[in-house]
């Protein structure tokens, strides 16, 4: 059994053991089943895309809180830590935007006696959310460079 206190020790370790890891797996799933605009992935396995995208996408998204507890800093928040980070693409904004849009969603109602889903009209729905390949790929490069040189991007 792994020490999960081995892992997450540092921002660096959750970098490379979870969020990156959870981009590995994702790229290579979309790439087992022939790249992203595969029509087998509407064929059964769009569900299994999805989960990989949006764990990578959730893992992704909370490096810079990582980054800003190990800092121990009280002089700025965790907000203007983010936004102060060097990202000149602005792939830690696209992949908040795409985290907290899958986190706030409504997803919609069951209704028991039909047995039926019922998505909540004119709401924002899980179904509704942007998949975005480009931003993992991205999001992968950013915190690859930074795990090399941290200091270009405001460690």
């Not at 605009?37 to 909370?62: C, D, H, T, W």
């Not at 849009?101 to 409504?106: E, F, L, V």
Request: proline fraction near 5%; include cysteine.
């Amino acid at each position: 059994m792994i020490d999960n206190v081995i892992v997450l020790r540092s921002a660096d370790r959750y970098i490379t053991w979870v969020a990156l890891e959870n981009c590995v797996e994702y790229f290579i799933l979309v790439q087992c089943i022939g790249g992203n605009n595969n029509p087998m992935i509407q064929k059964g396995q769009e569900l299994l895309v999805f989960r990989r995208y949006i764990n990578a996408i959730e893992s992704l998204n909370n490096i810079p809180d990582y980054i800003y507890a190990e800092k121990k800093t009280k002089d700025i928040s965790p907000d203007d830590f983010r936004k102060n980070l060097a990202d000149p693409d602005k792939v830690i904004p696209k992949v908040a935007k795409i985290a907290n849009a899958y986190k706030h969603c409504i997803r919609g109602s069951w209704d028991k006696k039909m047995n039926l889903f019922e998505p909540i009209a004119g709401a924002l729905n899980a179904r509704d959310i942007a998949y975005d390949h480009a931003v993992v790929c991205d999001a992968f490069r950013f915190w690859s460079g930074y795990l090399k040189n941290p200091k270009e991007y405001g460690k």
